[in-house]
Nanobody, 123 residues
């Protein structure tokens, strides 16, 4: 059974940093596509960053240069380091995955999801 469990969310002031973690069980973070999505209040869920099994990383334009996606294969955990946070980064953040190759940020392509962790950025 595949399980994704996020942690690390919380409240932070604008300009601050937060690191999210996604602990994975029943599944390898190394051989599959791993991604972070977010959903702000009143908005649709959107892709933030994804990491292919080839190690190629794609970031949404809104977070490029501020967020860093990484994985620790030994711990089977995915991380999202979020720096220079802005109030518009306030959202519920979800870890998601699909087997093998990444093919975009279409939610329907990701069968595995965590429960989410909330990040609130105040101005």
């Amino acid at each position: 059974q595949v399980q994704l469990v996020e942690s690390g969310g919380g409240s932070v002031q604008a300009g601050g940093s937060v690191r999210l973690s996604c602990a994975v069980s029943g599944y390898s973070v190394s051989g599959n596509c791993m991604a972070w999505f977010r959903q702000a209040p009143g908005k649709q869920r959107e892709g933030v960053a994804r990491l292919a099994y080839t190690n190629y990383i794609t970031y949404a334009d809104s977070v490029k240069g501020r967020f860093i996606l990484a994985r620790d294969s030994a711990k089977n955990t995915l991380y999202l380091q979020m720096n220079s946070l802005k109030p518009e980064d306030t959202a519920m953040y979800y870890c998601a995955s699909k087997r093998e190759a990444c093919s975009g940020f279409q939610e329907s392509e990701y069968p595995y999801w965590g429960q989410g962790t909330r990040v609130n950025v105040s101005s």
